[in-house]
């Protein structure tokens, strides 16, 4: 089993930063990717970022150029850092964890959840 623990969420202005952070515990042996998704309100949720066990990102077209997920295997832990936000990038924001991209590229299905941080946008 894997636990994923989210961090970092916030109330920031347009235009400010947030990092957030994803530590992973348990049996993270087996896990190929890890990723960012957000849900706002009245939406689906829908990938942000992810990155692979040998370091290949993929983005979002909307977030493309202001955030980016990295990684610090030493402490099992994935950071996104969000530059430039936008009111439009509220939501909840959710860690995950999957052991084949596949799953992932294929419809956003990872294998475990975090419990989500919430980002809030607005002036």
């Known amino acids: 089993q894997v636990q994923l623990v989210e961090s970092g969420g916030g109330l920031v202005q347009p235009g400010g930063s947030l990092r957030l952070s994803c530590a992973a515990s348990?049996?993270?042996?087996?896990?190929?990717?890890m990723g960012w998704s957000r849900q706002a309100p009245g939406k689906e949720r829908e990938l942000v970022s992810l990155?692979?066990?040998?370091?290949?990102?993929n983005y979002a077209d909307s977030v493309k150029g202001r955030f980016t997920i990295s990684r610090d295997n030493a402490k099992n832990t994935v950071y996104l850092q969000m530059n430039s936000l936008k009111p439009e990038d509220t939501a909840v924001y959710y860690c995950?964890?999957?052991?084949?991209?596949?799953?992932?590229?294929?419809?956003?299905?990872?294998?475990?959840w975090g419990q989500g941080t919430r980002v809030t946008v607005s002036s």
């Open positions: 990155i692979t066990s040998i370091g290949t990102t």
């Open positions: 348990g049996s993270i042996f087996s896990i190929n990717v």
């Open positions: 995950a964890a999957a052991y084949r991209y596949g799953d992932v590229a294929r419809g956003n299905e990872y294998d475990y």
